[in-house]
């Protein structure tokens, strides 16, 4: 049944979504994965970053930041146990085509 008339709002129209916040590792922490992180962090999540350079940019940014290789496939799935992360990201850039790593 629409919503019509004098009615309060439409409950359907005032449902907010809620999400548990989730952690989610970054694989990366330099310029280019700055907009992935801030729109975790936008949206409520809790942002973890990992590469091996602890100077990047977007470590500052992220909540948490892990000295593991990108490329170490080993060590990024025993970080992503210890940390128990919900959700693994990986923001592709010119850099990285010439050297994918399967994480599974």
Not at 66 to 90: A, K, S, Y
């Amino acid at each position: 049944m629409p919503c019509t008339g004098n009615l309060p709002p439409c409950p359907r129209y005032a449902l907010e979504v809620r999400v548990k916040p989730k952690k989610i590792l970054l694989l990366g922490g330099s310029f280019f994965q700055i907009p992935s992180i801030e729109a975790v962090k936008r949206m409520g999540h809790y942002a973890i970053t990992c590469d091996y350079r602890p100077d990047n940019p977007g470590h500052r940014l992220a909540d948490e930041y892990h000295n593991v290789r990108t490329t170490d496939r080993e060590g990024v799935l025993r970080l992503t146990r210890w940390l128990r992360i919900d959700v693994i990201v990986c923001c592709l850039f010119p850099p990285c085509y010439t050297s994918p790593t399967p994480l599974l």
